[in-house]
């Protein structure tokens, strides 16, 4: 398989990864909108992150390491929303 093809799978397996996620991270939120709001803030500021760094760390070396970056900031932010998330009760809307 051409490095493109490689390339191609391992995004194909990272979108698939991330939909699961995203589909646990909802069902942990419960009904609550504002559980889903912090959730949605957490996603956003730790993807913004996640490529402001990785635009730091694309000069050293020298690879588009953006979607790898991208990632593991939305990983950060769930998890730092979810601090302020679980102090919401489940139920409330």
């Given at each position: 398989m051409s490095e493109a093809?490689?390339?191609?799978?391992?995004?194909?397996?990272?979108v698939t990864v991330l939909i699961v996620a995203t589909a646990v991270v909802r069902a942990m939120g419960g009904p609550s909108r504002r559980r889903h709001l912090y959730m949605g803030v957490g996603t956003v500021a730790g993807m913004a992150a996640g490529v402001?760094?990785?635009?730091v760390v694309q000069r050293?070396?020298?690879?588009d390491v953006s979607t790898i970056f991208a990632?593991?900031?939305?990983?950060?932010?769930?998890?730092?929303?979810?601090?302020?998330?679980?102090?919401?009760p489940r139920e409330a809307r």
């Open positions: 093809g490689v390339t191609l799978m391992a995004r194909v397996v990272l402001a760094l990785a635009s050293w070396t020298a690879t990632c593991l900031g939305i990983v950060a932010g769930w998890r730092m929303a979810w601090r302020f998330a679980r102090q919401v």
